[in-house]
């Protein structure tokens, strides 16, 4: 048995006492005192008689027997190369015993449990959800004035999770005013792919300013950001990496991970399935021309469609600038999936944000109160008034007026 693998046991054990529990207390749920065992025989006229007493020997000695069962089945659950007992009783059953059903299910239910803290999953990577449905269950309920990018994540974060064989790994680049939801969004879907959400293993966030301040440190940034991919890629089968102010990326530094991002060799066997997240307000004004042409010509803002909305995304990034986009092969060799766009926030969603902002904390709040935080925010064009220059991004700060 491995060294690190008996405090885990011993941590089993005390689960155990779940289960076993039971063989140290007496039928009426008192603890056993040490004289079942070391006295003799209960005289005939004790408190409790002889036949009692008999019965009471026997239940708790088939308990014992039953916690040792469950001990031993438990054991195969997890340990399953240490399981020479349960092979054995395959092929020479032990008669007049089979693991209750209640009991089984339990300890698949504990065995799940403990699963959940360390790597005796049968996948081999118990941090790994892929919960799609709550995905979207949490955008519908969450994300306010993103029809365009609710339906995108979630659409090519299912397909590309869903096909046996991806061509190449997922890139998606989000484009929109600071405060829109980009970041909201990233985070949401790293908490619904992974168990331990941002914090997994298998995430990693990058920030241009704060990973890549300089640009005469330009070589080791390429070699260093090529080794953590690489070390990430080795230990999960699933992996994310997320890119904020994607825009101030170096291109050489887009280039050095161009290869993480290309299509898989045909002859390649094991598929690693690889999500990258560039974050840029890149495009904003753009997307914010195009709902503020649609609210002038009296549409509902539901009506922009991607495929309107996405060329143009692409015509202003391809065009030549200060930024890594336009510099690098990314663009060029259509490396990036889609572009989604996060159109910019009217009042009415700045409210819904300052909602969630109270229920988040657990604060009551009234429509005065919220139409009270909406009307702090500065709102453009100077002449309509109409976008929150800064979307949700200071919303939760400013409910701290309310409180007492």
């Not at 308990?63 to 001990?71: F, N, R």
């Not at 007992?85 to 008669?95: D, F, G, I, L």
């Not at 021309?289 to 060329?311: P, T």
């Not at 692409?314 to 159109?343: C, M, T, W």
Request: aromatic share 10%; proline share 4%.
């Amino acid at each position: 048995m491995g060294q690190g693998r008996l405090p885990a046991r011993l941590g089993l054990a005390c689960c155990l006492l779940l289960l076993g529990g039971s063989r140290v207390l007496g039928s009426h749920g008192m603890a056993r005192g040490p004289w079942e065992e070391e006295q003799g025989p209960v005289a005939e006229g004790g408190p409790w008689g002889r036949a009692k007493y008999e019965a009471v020997k026997k239940h708790l000695g088939a308990v014992g027997a039953l916690s040792k069962q469950y001990w031993q089945y438990l054991v195969c659950k997890v340990w399953q190369e240490d399981c020479k007992e349960e092979k054995e009783e395959k092929s020479h059953p032990r008669p007049g015993w089979t693991l209750p059903l209640v009991g089984q299910n339990y300890l698949e239910i504990l065995s799940a449990w403990y699963c959940s803290f360390g790597k005796c999953c049968e996948t081999g990577d118990c941090r790994i959800v892929n919960n799609i449905t709550g995905l979207e269950a949490d955008l519908n309920g969450q994300l306010h004035g993103q029809h365009l990018a609710k339906e995108v994540v979630v659409r090519a974060v299912h397909e590309f999770l869903q096909s046996p064989r991806p061509e190449k790994p997922l890139v998606l680049s989000f484009h929109g005013w600071s405060g829109t939801g980009k970041n909201f969004v990233a985070r949401m879907v790293a908490s619904h792919l992974y168990r331990d959400g941002m914090k997994s293993e298998c995430v990693r966030l990058f920030i241009s300013l704060f990973h890549f301040p300089h640009h005469k440190y330009l070589d080791l940034y390429k070699a260093q950001l090529k080794k953590q991919i690489s070390e990430t890629l080795q230990v999960c089968k699933q992996s994310l990496f997320i890119f904020d102010e994607a825009e101030k990326l170096h291109f050489s530094l887009l280039d050095a991970i161009k290869p993480f991002m290309a299509h898989y060799d045909k002859g390649q066997r094991d598929y690693q399935r690889s999500i990258f997240l560039f974050l840029s307000n890149l495009g904003g004004n753009t997307i914010n021309e195009v709902a503020l042409d649609f609210w002038r010509a009296g549409r509902a803002r539901e009506e922009i469609s991607m495929e309107f909305l996405e060329q143009r995304l692409r015509l202003e990034l391809q065009e030549p600038a200060e930024n890594g986009y336009a510099r690098s092969h990314l663009l060029k060799e259509n490396l990036i999936d889609s572009f989604v766009p996060f159109l910019p926030l009217e009042y009415h969603h700045v409210k819904l944000c300052a909602r969630d902002a109270f229920v988040a904390r657990g604060l009551p709040y009234t429509e005065a109160a919220l139409d009270e935080v909406a009307r702090m925010m500065v709102f453009v064009p100077k002449e309509e008034k109409l976008f929150s220059a800064q979307g949700c991004k200071s919303v939760s700060q400013r409910i701290n007026y309310f409180l007492p």
